[in-house]
């Protein structure tokens, strides 16, 4: 699990199954280690029967990990409702809800290794320990580009970094890479995987955030040829609708080619993001769009 990871390539794994289908898994996991891979960064490994349920495996899926909400000492899975949304019936106990993505798997052994990047002063250190039982319900689909797709873009700052690293791992060597990535400091940079296909500009410094960030302006200066290119972007949501606007309606990707993941907001916990999200599904749902269709699914999170 340390060694090559162990995702397949993005290419094959899209011709498996169409955009948008993602594994179903929901388990109870034990948090197995807890380690620095690059100092800022808290590498995860948990463990847990359900997760042998993992297939397919997208590099970069994302999932929530359910964690016990203060003064509670356990959590319950949420229930299905009517509507296809997730849901706790009354009484149930409602965890604290933290999105990540699949760095590392292993279905076979029951194993996921996850990279968490640790914000100093910041809101939230890591809530678990090691030894810890907590949830982990997913997946959201991860990076699955047209099989023609050579030339991929990935802009993210450092909540993405762990996604895009998986993503460079997956790519086989005759992919051109471009990323654009933040960071907070230098040594952070160590968590990216080398590619021979990869360019990569960094820039250091505080997150971005909003509309007209360094981040975004940095990735504006990419000149991306839409044919055979794929783009994953991640980070603030204002930097992400904005990143989006610009590849599909100044550069001319089409939607399936973008795949755009707001990972935070600012000012907003992750909690206060989740309920104005479900309010914006419910309120989809309720005037008949698909909230399974992807690029429905994309509208409703980047708020457009
Ligand atoms: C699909 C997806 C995949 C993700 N994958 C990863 C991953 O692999 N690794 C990872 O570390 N993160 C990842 N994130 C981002 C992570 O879930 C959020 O940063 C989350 O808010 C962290 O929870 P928290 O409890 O630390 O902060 P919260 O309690 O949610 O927020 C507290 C405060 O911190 C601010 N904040 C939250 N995140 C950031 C940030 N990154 N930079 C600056 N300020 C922030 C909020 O605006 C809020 O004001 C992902 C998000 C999504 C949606």
Redesign the pocket.
């Known amino acids: 699990m340390n060694g090559a990871p162990t995702l397949p390539s993005p290419a094959r794994a899209a011709e498996a199954r169409p955009r948008g289908y993602a594994a179903r898994v929901a388990s109870r996991v034990t948090v197995e280690s807890i380690v620095q891979p690059v100092p800022g960064f808290a590498r995860v490994t948990v463990a847990g029967e359900g997760l042998t349920a993992y297939d397919p495996v997208l590099p970069a899926d994302?999932f929530k990990l359910l964690l016990p909400a203060p003064g509670d000492d356990g959590f319950d899975f949420p229930q299905r409702g009517a509507d296809g949304l997730p849901a706790w019936p009354q009484g149930a106990r409602r965890p604290i809800l933290?999105?990540?993505?699949v760095r590392d798997a292993d279905p076979a052994a029951g194993r996921i290794v996850?990279?968490?990047?640790l914000?100093p002063g910041?809101?939230?250190p890591l809530r678990f320990a090691a030894g810890d039982e907590i949830g982990l319900a997913g997946m959201?689909h991860g990076y699955a580009p047209a099989s023609g797709a050579t030339r991929h873009l990935l802009v993210g700052?450092?909540?993405?970094l762990?996604?895009i690293a998986a993503i460079v791992a997956s790519l086989p060597a005759a992919a051109r890479v471009t990323a654009v990535l933040e960071v907070a400091a230098e040594e952070e940079r160590g968590l990216l995987p080398a590619h021979p296909g990869l360019a990569a500009e960094w820039l250091v410094g505080p997150?971005s955030a909003g509309a007209g960030s360094p981040l975004e302006q940095a990735a504006r200066t990419v000149a991306v040829p839409a044919a055979g290119a794929h783009a994953w972007i991640?980070g603030e949501v204002g930097v992400v609708r904005a990143l989006h606007a610009h590849l599909t309606a100044a550069l001319g990707l089409s939607l399936a080619q973008v795949h755009a993941?707001?990972?935070?907001?600012?000012?907003?916990?992750?909690?206060e993001r989740d309920a104005a999200m479900l309010e914006r599904y419910r309120a989809a749902a309720a005037r008949g769009r698909d909230v399974a269709d992807p690029d429905v699914a994309d509208a409703i999170e980047l708020g457009a």
């Open positions: 994302a933290r999105p990540y993505a996850f990279d968490v990047a914000r910041g809101a939230a959201r700052d450092r909540s993405a762990p996604a997150a991640g993941v707001p990972c935070w907001e600012r000012g907003r916990t992750a909690d």
